[in-house]
Every structure is written in structure tokens, then in C-alpha cells.
């Protein structure tokens, strides 16, 4: 139920620093929600119930607007988890729930997103516990902030609700509870609300959940002031993301974008082109997010089944890179990029020129790089096995013109950019990579 909220007047205010903020927030969402499973769309009940606590306690707009997105965000930092660590660490919360680490990337991460400050501290302290035995800080009683509070008590129902058919199993808890792991004060309201029956429930993050709550105005305003390039503040959090899962893609996804790069404009390609590849390129296996790390990271060869999970990835980049209204023409560079050029690849089989030519770029990059580095289950092997490889595929795996224009790459070349390029911020790379443009050509 959503309540009809006659605050909503700016719903459909146009603003372009709105539209690409709601991007960045949707992506996380998704990303969370890849890295939950089974609570899937738990946050959107959080936020939303949190924002209704929140009113009640008639909290200022600031408040309200960090519990709203403290409630969609907070475990943003579980991407970086194995994906069985709720078992794992039973011994950090009563609920068998919950990694200090979590608490600590996922406020990082947040703290790329401009007027996000105030969240990132709800998130880091969205695990404290009233009495002081929570996580990170131990902090206690009021040293808690309000609204890491409210997320913590509705984080709790809304976990033991997917699971727990007693309703009065979940009331018994919490008011357990109270004085312990939670605010008291705040159980007593929740409590109110729960035997009112009117808690807001969204099951997804649509425009009526995101109006609900009622300070579009407010929300316009803030992010009028924002200086920055929303393009660059997306890539550096999905760069923060992809890391935070899984250290080996992120140095893959940025050779593989230095890579595609080289080769689109040996190619002759128009500029903005070679740039929309090297945004392809670095996002082209952010889907691993929604993979879990077992089978990433697998020593020895895959089932049958590992492999279909595996194989989801594209599809799955496409979907989060599709969250972003600036990125739309990128999307569909990640999911063809393990499509091959003699229709034997996935996900949709596409062949030939039916395959964009940035995905064809990529594909080859992509493959130089999983054969020159060191993989889970085997050491690096040689730039000179690596063009091996790629030629005796062409025309079979990868288009003919992209891999001629890759072998006249000189090696010394590739290594130079890898150098330059692997560690620096994603958003410093286009200026180096255009640098190099002109040394070499
Ligand atoms: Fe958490
Ligand atoms: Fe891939
Ligand atoms: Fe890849």
C-alpha cells in the first residue's frame, strides 16, 4: 500500500540532475538486490517504512531524505560478501546476520554519490545495537543516530517477515529486543503503526514509491547545486562496486577498456564512438556482481550448471547499465560481448554484422587480456600465445577487421597503456588514454 501523499507536486518536475541521481540510486538498488536474493526487494520496504517512522517523529526533511535512501542503500556493501556469509558469521548479530565489513564498503561507495553525505554515517552505523554490542563502532543509546536506528528495526522485521509466517513470532522478537539491539522508543511507535496495519509496502523502486515520499522539492533543490559530471560519478561508483565484488574484474575491465580503445581507433573510428567502446569495455562484466564469487573464482573447471549461471553475466551488465539513461547506447556492447562472429556464442547467438562493431572490439580485447593475466586456475600466458590464439580464431570467434587491427598493435604498445592506465581513477583515464592517442599515432 502506498499512501497518496498530496506533498507530490514536482513528480514530473524535468531536471536532468534528478534523472541521473535516480540512475545511480536504481543501479545500487539493482546491485543490492542481485547480492540478496532471497530478501529481494526488502530495501524499497525499508526506506519506505523508515521515511513513515520518520514522519511520525517528526523528522526534518534532511532526516527523512537520508532515511529513504540509508533504507535503499544500506547493505550495498554485501556485494563484496561470499554469497554464504549470512551462515558464516553468526557469531557478529542474534540474527545470524550481518559482517562489519559490509557496513564499512557499503558507506564508501555512497560516499561517491553527491548529497549522500549524511547516509554514508547511517550506513556505517546501520548494525550498532542500543545496548553498544553492535558493529562497526560500538556505539550506544543515542549515540546511534536516529535514523541508522529506524533502518536497523525495520532491516530486522522486514528479514524476519520473508522468512517467518507467526506474526507474533516477529513482534515477540523486537519487543525483545528492545532496550538491547533496539532504539526503545522507536519499537514503541513501530509497534503502534504495525497494530494500525498501515506500513507501507512498495515491492519495487518505481516513481510511486520514490513520490511517496513526498519531498520532490526538496530533492530538486539539493541536487541543483551538485558540480560534477554525472556520467563520471557513475562510472567511479560501479568501478567501486565492481571491485568491492571482485578484485580481478576490475583490472580486467580497465585493460580490457584500454585494449578496445587502441584497436577502435586504429580502426579509424570516430571519437565519440571510441568512447562509448571504452564505457562498454569497463562495463562489460559488471554483471558479475549477480554471480556469486564461488564459481568466479573456481580453480578447477565448471559444471554444466556453474557454466549457465556464469553465462548470465551479459545480460545481466546490459540490465544495470540500462539503469542509467546516459549509458542506453552502452548496454548492448556488454551483452554481445561474448556473442562470436560465427553466431556460436550467447547470449542471443547473433552473428556477423548483426553484432554491434563495439562488442566485436571488445571481444578480442576482452580475450587478449583472460589469456596475458593470471585467471584463478592458471598463470599468465605470453602476448605472443595471446595473438596466436586470437588468429587462429578469426572469422570464427572474432571478426577479421578487429583482429587485424589488433595484431598491428605493437606489444610494447599495449604494455605501456596497461601501465598507465590500471591504477589511476576512472575518471582521469579518458585524459591518459587520449595522451597515448597522440604518442603513438
Ligand atoms: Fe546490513
Ligand atoms: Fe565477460
Ligand atoms: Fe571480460
Not at 529481494?40 to 525499508?46: F, G, S
Not at 511520525?56 to 529513504?68: A, D, H, K, T
Not at 554464504?84 to 540474527?95: A, G, H, I, N
Not at 522468512?163 to 513482534?171: Q, T
Given at each position: 500500500m502506498l499512501p497518496n501523499n498530496n506533498l507530490t507536486i514536482s513528480r514530473f518536475i524535468p531536471g536532468n540532475e534528478r534523472r541521473r541521481f535516480k540512475d545511480i540510486i536504481k543501479f545500487l538498488a539493482m546491485v543490492v538486490d542481485l547480492a540478496e536474493g532471497y530478501k529481494?526487494?526488502?530495501?524499497?520496504?525499508?526506506?519506505?517504512?523508515?521515511?513513515?517512522?520518520?514522519?511520525?517523529?517528526?523528522?526534518?526533511?534532511?532526516?527523512?531524505?537520508?532515511?529513504?535512501?540509508?533504507?535503499?542503500?544500506?547493505?550495498?556493501g554485501e556485494v563484496g560478501m561470499p554469497t554464504?556469509?549470512?551462515?558464516?558469521?553468526?557469531?557478529?548479530?542474534?540474527?545470524g546476520k550481518g559482517n562489519p565489513h559490509h557496513t564499512i564498503v557499503g558507506s564508501r561507495i555512497v560516499s561517491l554519490i553527491p548529497t549522500l553525505e549524511g547516509v554514508t554515517k547511517i550506513i556505517r552505523w546501520h548494525h550498532e545495537s542500543w545496548d553498544g554490542s553492535g558493529f562497526p563502532d560500538n556505539l550506544k543509546g543515542r549515540e546511534i543516530p536516529i535514523e541508522a536506528g529506524i533502518i536497523s528495526l525495520?532491516?530486522?522485521?522486514?528479514?524476519?517477515?520473508?522468512?517467518?509466517?507467526?506474526?507474533?513470532?516477529?513482534?515477540?522478537?523486537?519487543?525483545?529486543?528492545?532496550?538491547?539491539?533496539?532504539?526503545?522508543?522507536?519499537?514503541?511507535?513501530?509497534?503502534?503503526?504495525?497494530?494500525?496495519?498501515?506500513?507501507?509496502?512498495?515491492?519495487?523502486?518505481?516513481?510511486?514509491?520514490?513520490s511517496a515520499i513526498g519531498m520532490d522539492t526538496y530533492e530538486v533543490a539539493k541536487l541543483q547545486d551538485v558540480k560534477g559530471d554525472y556520467v563520471e560519478i557513475a562510472l567511479n561508483?560501479?568501478?567501486q562496486v565492481i571491485d568491492a565484488k571482485?578484485?580481478?574484474?576490475?583490472?580486467?575491465?580497465?585493460?580490457?577498456?584500454?585494449?578496445?580503445?587502441?584497436?577502435a581507433q586504429r580502426m579509424g573510428m570516430e571519437k565519440s564512438y571510441v568512447h562509448l567502446i571504452e564505457q562498454g569495455a569497463l562495463l562489460h562484466d559488471s554483471g558479475k556482481v549477480g554471480i556469486p564469487r564461488e564459481i568466479l573464482d573456481k580453480p578447477e573447471?565448471?559444471?554444466?550448471?556453474?557454466?549457465?549461471?556464469?553465462?548470465?553475466?551479459?545480460?545481466?551488465?546490459c540490465a544495470l547499465i540500462q539503469n542509467f539513461t546516459s549509458l542506453k547506447e552502452v548496454a548492448p556492447l556488454a551483452r554481445f560481448h561474448h556473442e562470436r562472429y560465427d553466431g556460436n556464442g550467447y547470449p542471443d547467438k547473433l552473428d556477423r554484422e548483426d553484432i554491434p562493431i563495439g562488442a566485436r572490439v571488445i571481444a578480442v580485447a576482452d580475450t587478449y587480456d583472460a589469456i596475458t593475466s593470471?585467471?584463478?586456475?592458471?598463470?599468465?600466458?605470453?602476448?605472443?600465445?595471446?595473438?596466436?590464439?586470437?588468429?587462429?580464431?578469426?572469422?570464427?570467434?572474432?571478426?577479421?577487421?578487429?583482429?587485424?587491427a589488433f595484431l598491428d598493435i605493437p606489444e610494447h604498445e599495449i604494455k605501456l597503456a596497461f601501465d598507465l592506465i590500471v591504477n589511476q581513477p576512472v575518471s582521469s583515464v579518458s585524459n591518459t588514454l587520449s595522451h597515448i592517442k597522440t604518442n603513438t599515432f
Open positions: 529481494l526487494h526488502n530495501n524499497y520496504r525499508v526506506a519506505l517504512s523508515g521515511v513513515q517512522l520518520g514522519t511520525e517523529l517528526n523528522l526534518n526533511i534532511e532526516s527523512l531524505r537520508n532515511i529513504f535512501y540509508g533504507g535503499l542503500l544500506h547493505d550495498i554464504d556469509f549470512d551462515e558464516r558469521t553468526t557469531q557478529y548479530t542474534d540474527e525495520f532491516d530486522a522485521y522486514y528479514v524476519m517477515n520473508a522468512v517467518e509466517k507467526n506474526k507474533s513470532v516477529i513482534e515477540d522478537y523486537l519487543k525483545n529486543m528492545s532496550g538491547k539491539k533496539f532504539n526503545p522508543g522507536l519499537v514503541e511507535i513501530f509497534m503502534r503503526l504495525l497494530k494500525k496495519d498501515e506500513l507501507w509496502t512498495p515491492d519495487n523502486l518505481n516513481d510511486d514509491a520514490w561508483v560501479i568501478a571482485h578484485k580481478y574484474t576490475h583490472g580486467h575491465s580497465r585493460r580490457v577498456m584500454v585494449l578496445s580503445s587502441l584497436i573447471g565448471l559444471s554444466n550448471e556453474e557454466y549457465k549461471v556464469i553465462k548470465k553475466h551479459p545480460v545481466i551488465s593470471n585467471r584463478a586456475y592458471r598463470k599468465a600466458l605470453s602476448d605472443g600465445f595471446a595473438r596466436h590464439e586470437i588468429r587462429k580464431y578469426m572469422g570464427k570467434m572474432f571478426d577479421p577487421l578487429v583482429v587485424n
